[in-house]
Nanobody, 125 residues
Framework: QVELQESGGGLAQPGGSLTLSCVVSGGTFSRLAMGWFRQPPGKEREFVSH????????AYADSVRGRFTIARDNANGTMYLHMNTLNLGDTAVYYC??????????????????WGRGTLVAVST
């Protein structure tokens, strides 16, 4: 059974930075396309970014492009989300997800089979 565990969330000020990590266990990490999603308070979960199995291809939501960077370390079974220039709109619970059906990943929640429990990012003055 594949398990995902997020970490790195916390409180940040506007303009600040945080890095989220997602450690994957119980599967072959290099065979998993990975994604980050987030759920702002009172809103539905939304796509943030995804990365291909090799790490050579990625995609971002318009709201985070240019500020967030997705990365993965296949040797250590870990995915990252480097978040810069945070703003109040980035406040959300962030989830990592893994799928086996596609090489490149997807922006659709339904394409992901495995999910972490989430980590809270709160951006506040």
């Amino acid at each position: 059974q594949v398990e995902l565990q997020e970490s790195g969330g916390g409180l940040a000020q506007p303009g600040g930075s945080l890095t989220l990590s997602c450690v994957v266990s119980g599967g072959t990490f290099s065979r998993l396309a990975m994604g980050w999603f987030r759920q702002p308070p009172g809103k539905e979960r939304e796509f943030v970014s995804h990365i291909s199995r090799s790490g050579g291809s990625n995609a971002y939501a318009d709201s985070v492009r240019g500020r967030f960077t997705i990365a993965r370390d296949n040797a250590n079974g870990t995915m990252y989300l480097h978040m810069n220039t945070l703003n109040l709109g980035d406040t959300a619970v962030y989830y990592c997800a893994a799928e086996t059906g596609q090489y490149y990943g997807s922006h659709r929640e339904g394409d992901y089979k495995y999910w972490g429990r989430g980590t809270l990012v709160a951006v506040s003055t």
